[in-house]
């Protein structure tokens, strides 16, 4: 079986979950047998060809969009630059079986491609514009995104979602039947400590924090609806207990936070790292007290398995799919987004009963390896593949 992989990130460029599950997804199912091609735009460097591993290649597409176009309009004409890119791979290597397309910013190359090989198209949604917009699409650009969701869940022979909150979502705005959705969890990688011994990881955590200190972390995309401004609303109460809070990530929503953290003083107790690599991300994630992810939209949130895999303790919001990976005082805590309070009860109750949060920590990373591993998640993408291209050699369509 030979996948085409039609994804707008991938290492070196990765923005959020969508690029983390394509880096781990794609060398999953080559190591079970599947045959990867990954196209992907060159938005950040990356050799043009890159063979990664047996039956993985990765093909980096050199964009060429005509300048001063709106950003959905711009995403079109990349998305064709990818469709071009594959067709000349498909002459050069040999044609595929299936096209696998990866969120709205691939729709026009992932349909144009099926009608043309006339090969099914699965398509995999990570996050939805008007979830984006809590109900609501708010610009003549939200609203185009959104027609190209419903165009990539409409030509797709099956969607996939991350999680029942999504699998709500893709039913309710795209009218999608129930029985063309299928529900594949996000996975993560388990990896060994990555400090030689007891000093070395001191050493690293005196980088953030003092040793009488508590240290409370948050990574991702930095942008509204992580709620972020929620956690700064509620340090006052936390840096109570001798607590400092680090916010690693970039984006759109960064200078209102400084701007919030500056207006409240709270400069002092928190930092903002700005961009971490992940190596750091999950060194940070084995000396921090507790990682804290207050989102008032997550589709899925891998960001609380890469925590649990690290063995952090974990507070959460009770946002979409954040409430499907977290069991409330078993695998971590879930307060309810927006409530302030709610949320440094939830933190606090970490930082002053450590044990307790290392017991739930504990049961998350066993959750981890139980079920959240890629040769699981591959397994189960493999198996429908095996259904569509099952039901379409069955069908006229594929003759």
């Known amino acids: 079986m030979h996948v ?109 491609l099926k009608h043309l090989w006339r090969i099914p198209l699965v398509a995999t949604v990570h996050a939805t514009e008007r979830g984006r917009g809590r109900g609501h699409l708010g610009s003549r650009a939200a609203q185009q995104i959104n027609d190209q969701e419903w165009l990539l869940t409409y030509e797709a022979w099956r969607v996939i979602v991350c999680s029942r909150f999504m699998y709500g979502q893709v039913i309710d705005y795209f009218q999608t039947p129930a029985d063309k959705v299928d529900v594949v969890s996000n996975g993560v990688a ?31 995309r930095i942008v509204y609806e992580k709620g972020l401004h929620v956690l700064l609303e509620a340090w006052p109460q936390i840096a109570q207990a001798g607590a400092r809070l680090l916010i690693a990530g970039t984006g759109g929503y960064l200078d209102e936070l400084q701007g ?89 109750e970490c930082l002053r009963s450590p044990e307790r949060a290392a017991t739930r920590a504990d049961a998350a990373l066993a959750e981890m390896r139980r079920h959240y591993t890629w040769d699981r998640i591959s397994e189960s993408t493999i198996t429908i593949y095996k259904r569509i291209l099952d039901e379409w050699r069955a069908g006229s369509w594929g003759r």
């Not at 794609?26 to 990954?38: D, H, K, Q, T």
């Not at 060159?42 to 990765?58: D, F, M, N, T």
């Not at 990682?291 to 974990?314: D, T």
């Open 190 to 220: 388990l990896a060994p400590s990555p400090f030689v011994g007891p000093e070395d990881r001191l050493a690293f955590r005196r980088r953030f924090a003092a040793d009488d200190e508590r240290l409370v972390f948050h990574v991702g």
């Open 260 to 348: 919030q953290a500056e207006a409240a003083g709270l400069n002092g107790r928190v930092r903002f790292a700005g961009f971490l690599s992940d190596e750091e991300r999950d060194k940070i994630y084995r000396v921090a007290d507790v990682a804290v992810f207050p989102s008032l939209y997550e589709p899925f949130g891998i960001v609380a398995l890469e925590a649990s895999a690290a063995g952090c303790p974990l507070v959460v919001s009770d946002a979409g799919g954040l409430a499907e990976v977290v069991r409330h005082g078993e695998t971590g805590l879930i307060a309810p987004a927006w409530n302030v309070d709610a949320l440094a009860a939830a933190v606090l």
């Open 4 to 112: 085409l992989q039609l994804s707008w990130e991938f290492p070196p460029h990765v923005v959020g979950g969508m690029g983390r599950h394509v880096a781990e997804l794609a060398p999953a199912l080559a190591e079970a047998g599947v045959r990867v091609s990954v196209v992907t735009p060159q938005l950040r460097g990356g050799p043009i060809v890159e063979h990664l591993a047996p039956g993985l290649s990765v093909y980096r597409v050199p964009l060429t969009p005509s300048p001063g176009v709106d950003y959905p309009h711009y995403v079109a004409q990349c998305s064709l630059d990818l469709g071009r890119a594959a067709m000349g791979i498909a002459a050069s290597i040999g044609q595929f079986d299936l096209i696998h397309a990866h969120d709205w910013l691939t729709a026009e190359a992932g349909g144009r």
